[in-house]
């Protein structure tokens, strides 16, 4: 059924379902497993996307667990990142679909950088420069 998918493409494709991006999941099911549209489509469609639950890798001490933990409430998801791929030694992709499902699971929106609102702001002033060299 995976068409030689990773456990960690499957979860991120998951993930993108869970996000409302199903586009996205299809794309990169065929980019990843070369099939068809249909296909990819079909294979999407039949993903359970419920709830997944996060189980925390056995290695991780209380200590470790509270630092990445601390990183989320924080905001810091890359530091979340970093931390649970230093404690487990697992490759980052893997750290970031985990840290991601956790968020999810504990129901912390991931922030978007404020670059994308910045640009706005840039955008939006220099839209006004027009009107304010005409009045």
């Not at 993108?16 to 099911?29: D, I, P, S, T, W």
């Not at 068809?36 to 999407?44: D, Q, T």
């Not at 840039?122 to 420069?129: C, M, N, R, W, Y």
Request: glycine share 6%; charged share 25%.
């Amino acid at each position: 059924m995976s068409d030689n998918l990773t456990e960690e493409q499957i979860e991120t494709i998951r993930l993108e379902l869970q996000a409302g991006r199903k586009l996205n999941a299809v794309k990169l099911h065929k980019q990843w497993t070369g099939s068809s549209l249909v296909a990819a489509k079909n294979y999407v469609e039949s993903l359970p996307v419920g709830p997944q639950t996060v189980t925390w890798d056995k290695d991780l001490d209380g200590k470790q667990i509270d630092e990445i933990l601390d990183a989320i409430q924080e905001g810091s998801k890359l530091k979340a990142i970093k931390l649970y791929k230093e404690s487990t030694g697992v490759r980052l992709k893997e750290s970031k679909v985990f840290i991601e499902r956790l968020m999810h699971e504990l129901g912390i929106e991931q922030r978007k950088g404020c670059a994308a609102t910045i640009l706005l702001f840039v955008i939006a002033g220099i839209a006004t420069i027009p009107f304010l060299l005409h009045s």
